[in-house]
């Protein structure tokens, strides 16, 4: 991953929610709110690009332990799954 890009994971699952980790850059992680979970708006407005109905989960703060992780912020966000009906 370039320090300069936005990275996404790959969707995994359970039950009833999908997952994916997208990993911030440090210019673009100090944008991100302290204080809540970002709305679509929000993480939108900030590059992220993913498809309707995601949602702001949890943020991971990364440790000190590799280079790597000094530059990025994860955030997680997640979208119900459809049943088939």
């Not at 994971?9 to 302290?34: C, G, N, Q, T």
Request: charged residues 20%.
């Amino acid at each position: 991953m370039s320090q300069k890009q936005i990275y996404y994971s790959d969707k995994y699952d359970d039950e009833k929610f999908e997952y994916r980790h997208v990993m911030l850059p440090k210019d673009i992680a100090k944008r991100v709110p302290k204080t809540h979970l970002m709305s679509e708006t929000e993480w939108r407005n900030l590059g992220v690009q993913q498809s309707q109905g995601w949602v702001h989960y949890m943020i991971h703060q990364p440790g000190t332990l590799t280079l790597f992780n000094k530059f990025i912020l994860t955030l997680t966000l997640f979208s119900c799954l459809q049943t088939g009906g």
